[in-house]
């Protein structure tokens, strides 16, 4: 199992409509491709966590990076995982407040010392179940 977590800035000002929208088109695609994960929105902002084979992450994440949606694609972390944290969704979709967005990027903050070292960190397993936990303590489910 691979996984690529990225966040990028959405062009415009997604209308709730356009959110559905793209959230209907990556449900499709990643399960056309076996790929599962979870993507949080605020405020114009994206963080996504794909999981899957690696060669279909990589294929699906080389499509998200021309997506003319949005911009700054700023990919967090690229490695292998033991195992899927999202397997049971396609694509896990939550809108996230300012708050929680800025402090679960800070967790994988690339502009900390070491972020360029000879390759991307790899999230641990709990940093996965940490962003998992934002969408079910909701009580909303994918």
């Known amino acids: 199992m691979h996984h690529i977590v990225y966040q990028s800035t959405a062009v415009g000002h997604p209308t709730t ?4 929208w793209l959230l209907q088109q990556s449900r ?13 929105y605020s405020n114009g902002n ?23 949606r949005h911009i700054h694609v700023l990919k ?7 195992r899927r944290i999202f397997g049971d969704w396609s694509m896990g979709f939550q809108p996230l407040k300012s708050d929680d967005f800025v402090r679960l990027t800070g967790y994988i ?6 972020f360029l070292d000879a390759h991307l960190p790899e999230i641990d397993e709990s940093m996965l179940v940490l962003l998992k936990s934002f969408v079910l303590n909701d009580g909303t489910h994918p």
Do not use: C, H, M, W
């Not at 409509?17 to 559905?20: E, N, R």
């Not at 499709?28 to 949080?40: Q, V």
């Open 28 to 40: 499709t695609n990643n399960a056309a491709l076996g790929i599962t994960g979870l993507l949080l």
């Open 109 to 114: 903050n690339p502009y900390r010392s070491n």
């Open 76 to 82: 967090l972390s690229d490695g292998p995982i033991e």
């Open 46 to 68: 994206f963080l996504q966590v794909l999981e899957g084979e690696e060669q279909a992450v990589q294929l699906i994440y080389a499509k998200i990076e021309v997506d003319q």
């Open 17 to 20: 409509a356009d959110l559905k």
